[in-house]
C-alpha cells in the first residue's frame, strides 16, 4: 500500500482521538497528547513540560519504509533517541502494531487487534479495593511506621536501649525483605526493557543496564596463552591468598607480619522475635479496624496531603526536560 494512502488513514484517526486522549511511548513510556493534525505533521505536547513538538510528515514516512521492509517487525530499539513518539503515533493506524514483549512495531496485512499506544479510561483506584499484601516487607513496615511516631528519632542519644533495638531490628528486616522484593520485581522489568533508555514512571525511572563481570580461566590455561603472547610467568604470578593462609599456620609468622589489618565494630542482629513482632502487629490492624469514622476521615486526609508532598519532592522529569530534542530521523 502506497505511503500516501496509509498516511492519510493515519491522519483519518488522529482527527478522530477524544479530546484529553493520551498515548505513551513504547520506550521511554513518557506520555503525550495530540494537539493538531496538519497535512504535513502532527503537533504533540509532552504531559512534564506541556511543550509542543512537530512530528514531521517525512519522518512518519521514512519509519513506515523501515517497518514495511521489515517482515517480522522493526526493533524500536533501532530508533534515534528522540523518536519514541513516531511508532506510538503508528499505532494508531489500523494496520500497525506494536509487540511489547518482542520490542517491535509490525504491520499486519489487515486490521490489528484494539491494542495500541493509547491509554484509555485511566481512574485513579479507590480506597475500597486496597488489599493487604501478604508480604513480610509490609509487616515490618508497618511495625517500623509504629515504632517510628511512638519515638521521637531524631533524638537517638535520648531513647531508651531496648527501644534503639527494637528500631534497629525492624530497619534491617525492612532492608532486607525490600531488596529481595526489589530484586522480584527487576526481573520482571527485565523482561519488559529492550532498549538502554530509560522508562518513566510517577516516582523516578529505570533503566536496562550491562554489568560485566570477569573470572580468570584455569590457570595453566592463562598462563600458556600469555606465554603465547610473550609474557613470562613470573611477570603474572602474584600471591595467593589461601597459600598464604595456610603457610601462617605451619610458621611462626603473626597475622600483622603480612596483612594489613582494619578493625572495625559494628552492630550485627543477633535475632528477632517473631511471635512478639506478630503480637504486635495484629494489635496494630486491629486498632485500625476499630478506628472511629471520624478519625479515619482524618487519616486519610494526613494520608492524601502526605501522598501530595511526596509527589512533589519525588516528582520525575524525563530527559526530554533537561536536553534539548535533536529532531533527528528515525
Known sequence: ?????????????????????????????NRFRITDVQEQRVIISFEDNEQKRPLQRDQFETLYRRITDAPTGFQLDRLPPDADPYPAVWSLHPRFEINGDAGVIVEQDGPTSTSTQLLEGETAPETGDRTEPDLAVYADALLLVDALERHNVTTLEEMDTDALVNLYTLLSDVQRNANELRQDVADVLLNRLHHDRPVNGPFGSVQRTTRRNRTLKDDEEVLAALEDAGIERKRVMGVDRTKVDDALEVTELAESDVYEIDEREYVRKAEVDEERKQTRLQGLKEQLAATESEEAEELRQEIEELEGRIGELTEFKSGQAFHARTGGEP
Open 1 to 29: 500500500m502506497p505511503f500516501s494512502v496509509s498516511w492519510q488513514t493515519l491522519l483519518d484517526e488522529l482527527e478522530e482521538l477524544p479530546d484529553g486522549a493520551t498515548l505513551v511511548t513504547p520506550l521511554s513510556h
